[in-house]
């Protein structure tokens, strides 16, 4: 397996854009989740999935971040519109489940908003 | 909610021994995982224990003792490509999600 793949790997914005980050995960786990990590924050969980299934968006920020998981095998985090403060990497990762606690991060998305 | 506290920096020379704290408050818990990211990378998984005690792999070992809170990480025999960050992280209520620290830099130099 490739491990989890997001894209884009970089991308600058205007505020007032729309972003759309992708994330596709391992195949056959069954969590997914995203993250967002900045030199003040740090690693701060947004959402995570299960199944398909959004089980706890309280990470998300505001309103302006929406994240979808259609299938098993494609989500996406949404901002719109976009804030200078939103300037960040944001993470995508993917776990197993069934009680095993290793979590598979994709290679993050440093997203730019000018 | 949860909580994880770790030191901001530790510093250590090549071939030294090294160990990384962790207290953590949470309303529930599953269990402490460590994770390690160097610059400009994505975390990767260290180790795990859901259970107290000592857990080895390599020249890294993990410890937790759920009754004091607290777990900690253990690194042997420092290599100058072990300077990164270190995370340990929380599993939620859930046995899912996982809540990170804000990271120890650990810097290895010669």
């Known amino acids: 397996d490739a491990g989890v793949i997001q894209s884009p790997r970089h991308e600058v914005t205007e505020m007032g854009q729309e972003v759309t980050l992708r994330c596709k995960p391992i195949?056959?786990?069954?969590?997914l989740f995203w993250y967002r990590q900045t030199m003040m924050r740090g690693l701060e969980l947004l959402i995570y999935f299960n199944n398909n299934v959004p089980i706890d968006d309280s990470g998300m920020p505001e309103d302006r971040f929406s994240a979808k998981m259609p299938n098993a095998s494609f989500s996406t985090l949404k901002i719109q519109p976009s804030e200078p403060r939103d300037s960040a990497v944001y993470f995508c990762?993917?776990?197993?489940?069934?009680?095993?606690?290793?979590?598979?991060f994709g290679q993050g998305t440093r997203l730019t908003v000018v | 909610g949860q909580s994880l506290e770790q030191p901001s920096e530790v510093t250590a020379v090549e071939g030294a021994i090294v160990q990384i704290n962790c207290t953590y408050q949470t309303s529930g818990f599953y269990g402490l995982s460590w994770y390690q990211q160097h610059d400009g990378g994505a975390p990767t998984f260290l180790s795990y224990?859901?259970?107290?005690g000592l857990e080895e792999t390599g020249r890294f070992s993990s410890f937790l003792s759920r009754s004091d809170s607290y777990g900690y990480l253990l690194l042997q025999e420092l290599q100058m490509k072990d300077s990164a960050s270190y995370f340990c992280?929380?599993?939620?209520?859930?046995?899912?999600?996982?809540?990170f620290g804000k990271g120890t830099t650990l810097s290895v130099s010669s």
């Open positions: 195949s056959g786990h069954n969590s």
């Open positions: 992280a929380s599993q939620n209520q859930a046995g899912t999600a996982l809540i």
């Open positions: 990762a993917s776990s197993p489940g069934q009680g095993r606690a290793e979590a598979f």
């Open positions: 224990n859901a259970l107290d």
